[in-house]
């Protein structure tokens, strides 16, 4: 568990009417005492290096964040089910977690944890979310509201997961769903303060990325850069990003302050166009889909491949990562355990598994070379990368009619091709069907193992510890 630091000895108090003290975290002395290293076996924690598109881990290996969206976890879920959530995530590949570390709606009892207890002291008394809201007071941090967030960080360590926590989620549009409203009525040197507890708090710990924002392109950027900022005075090492409303990426609308070092993309179903762009405009920043549609979400496509067109669509096209999930999961409603086993988390386990053995941190989008033929649109798009050290690529081919890949799109040799099942990994040899010219003619093998259309093609010269076949 995490200790409070310097947050136990520098803190000046005062106290209002309410009898209730107010500490207003300072600046950090010049110099802080070092946070305790990793191990030698260590994974976390994660980092950015100049000049690469990847995150890196705690050895410099490249590290492919899989993400599962638990937005409300620590005010629905009690000790024993996150320790039972972890455990099930681990076992299907995922390495990311997802929540508000404070929550104003979508839970049973906003603004309270699953331990009853509320994340600021001040008030200690009201009636309503929305009084709450009218008077929290971000200098008045509750330690034993932690303690909780504390436990899901010890879970995930142990189990090679890092969590991305929102110290403050703004809320659709700054409205009801979030903080915005208590944001702007604290203003910035409190949500400074409020940044500084936190930074001091956890700077120990390795498995930790802070979100900054929350479904909303906030009008006034200086509340979150005072948050972030305050984090960072007090953690310089722990990695940020910003998560705007949906269709802005991190640094489409924040710019490139010191404090935002991962990117992110939030897409609607289709998600090629917006990574591409991202790719293209951001220069060598790592970036990741934060988020598109989940699955059963009301709003969203009914379509069984959705989440998987989605994941391979970002991965594909030049994100480091993505983050998935259910509606049910990420509210965790009285369904969510029978939804740990939905058709979502079963495809990112396969997802998992397919990118693990490949050297996917070379991998550059197709610019056309290597599908030749017509792509289809929406969530028949198919989209391929190609390795930049290796002759190696990937297709997303999510139709049941032919393929056309360039002759020479992976040099002169022949070439091992290999069709993969998304659903439930299986590989079945695939053998061209035409050659024309310039191109070669694929068909697939019929519909997947849920009898959906969709299907991985991985095309190799060699074989290798990246066979396909293997």
């Not at 809201?133 to 941090?141: A, C, G, I, N, Q």
Request: charged share 20%.
């Amino acid at each position: 568990m995490a200790l409070a630091g310097a947050a136990g000895l520098a803190i000046g108090g005062c106290s209002r009417d309410d009898g209730i003290a107010r500490h207003r975290m300072p600046a950090p002395p010049r110099q802080l005492p070092a946070p305790p290293a990793p191990g030698p076996d260590a994974l976390f924690p994660l980092r950015v290096r100049a000049g690469t598109r990847h995150l890196l881990d705690a050895q410099g290996r490249p590290f492919l964040m899989q993400g599962d969206s638990a937005w409300s976890l620590l005010a629905q879920l009690r000790r024993d089910d996150i320790d039972h959530y972890l455990a099930d995530r681990q076992a299907r590949g995922y390495n990311a977690v997802l929540v508000n570390l404070i929550e104003s709606h979508f839970c049973d009892r906003p603004p309270f944890n699953s331990e009853g207890i509320a994340p600021f002291r001040s008030p200690a008394s009201f009636g309503s979310i929305e009084e709450y809201l009218r008077k929290v007071d971000f200098e008045t941090p509750d330690p034993a509201y932690l303690a909780l967030f504390d436990h899901l960080l010890d879970g995930a360590d142990q189990r090679g997961i890092v969590v991305l926590a929102a110290p403050c989620y703004a809320g659709y549009e700054g409205g009801e769903q979030g903080w915005w409203s208590a944001m702007k009525r604290n203003g910035a040197q409190k949500l400074q303060s409020w940044g500084r507890y936190l930074g001091d708090r956890y700077r120990s710990r390795h498995n930790l990325i802070w979100v900054q924002g929350g479904d909303y392109n906030v009008p006034d950027r200086s509340l979150v850069h005072a948050l972030a900022d305050g984090i960072r005075e007090y953690d310089p090492a722990k990695l940020q990003t910003f998560h705007g409303s949906r269709g802005t990426g991190a640094h489409d609308w924040m710019g490139t302050p010191a404090w935002l070092g991962l990117g992110n993309i939030y897409t609607g179903a289709v998600v090629e166009d917006t990574a591409l762009r991202y790719h293209a405009s951001h220069g060598q920043v790592p970036f990741i889909l934060f988020e598109a549609f989940y699955e059963n979400y009301a709003a969203a496509p009914r379509d069984p491949r959705l989440t998987r067109a989605q994941a391979y669509q970002a991965l594909l096209s030049g994100a480091c990562g993505q983050l998935s999930g259910h509606d049910d999961i990420w509210q965790f409603r009285p369904s969510w355990r029978a939804a740990l086993d939905a058709a979502t988390s079963r495809s990112m386990a396969q997802l998992a598994r397919v990118f693990g053995p490949l050297p996917w941190w070379t991998f550059e989008p197709d610019a056309g070379r290597l599908l030749v033929g017509e792509r289809g649109t929406g969530l028949d798009r198919a989209v391929a990368a190609v390795s930049t050290s290796s002759p190696l690529a990937l297709v997303y081919w999510p139709q049941l009619r032919t393929l056309d890949v360039g002759a020479r799109a992976l040099g002169s040799k022949a070439v091992i091709a290999t069709w993969i099942d998304p659903v439930d990994g299986r590989r079945v040899s695939a053998t061209p069907t035409a050659a024309d010219g310039g191109r070669v003619t694929f068909s697939p093998p019929g519909p997947n193992s849920a009898a959906t259309t969709d299907w991985l093609l991985m095309l190799n010269q060699a074989a290798g510890p990246h066979d396909a076949r293997s």
